[in-house]
């Protein structure tokens, strides 16, 4: 185990438990209503920005987690990694990574494959955020809309 620990950073290895708990949740809550899901995925999601240790953060993920629920409400919140999460039939449909986490000097906001952001042959699947001003929340808000269409 000690030898493990040196291949993975203190960042990694706290995002391979979350994932770990994510996935034993997602099992736990297959049996149970939407409703409880959405609720006990919300209870979670808020956990998640409650535990960051930058108010810059923390700010950030609760304008995203209301931006999202106002533009997609069916999407579901959840964590990923740890992280502030939102997604469609089980699957990440797009997350918040903050500053903090990884030590970098912005936030990102990114959409998983299942995303439909097709455009052409190449297109952007993440965002550098610093703050949510209402231009990057028009242009946040279209690119949800387009992920779920």
């Not at 708990?21 to 409650?50: F, N, Y």
């Not at 990440?92 to 903050?98: A, D, E, H, I, Y």
């Amino acid at each position: 185990m000690a030898e493990d620990t040196k291949n993975f950073t203190a960042e990694e290895r706290e995002a391979m438990q979350a994932a770990a708990k994510e996935a034993k949740a997602k099992r736990s809550r297959a049996k149970k209503t939407p409703e409880e899901q959405r609720a006990e995925g919300e209870a979670d999601l808020k956990e998640a920005i409650a535990k960051l240790s930058d108010a810059a953060d923390k700010k950030l993920a609760t304008d995203l987690h209301e931006l999202v629920t106002e533009v997609a409400p069916d999407l579901m919140p959840r964590t990923y990694y740890g992280m502030p999460a939102w997604g469609k039939d089980g699957k990440v449909v797009c997350f918040f990574q903050p500053a903090s986490k990884f030590k970098v000097r912005y936030g990102t906001f990114g959409f998983e494959p299942i995303s439909n952001l097709d455009d052409g042959t190449m297109w952007p699947t993440a965002y550098a955020v610093l703050e949510l001003t209402s231009a990057n929340k028009k242009l946040l808000s279209e690119r949800i809309r387009l992920a779920i269409s």
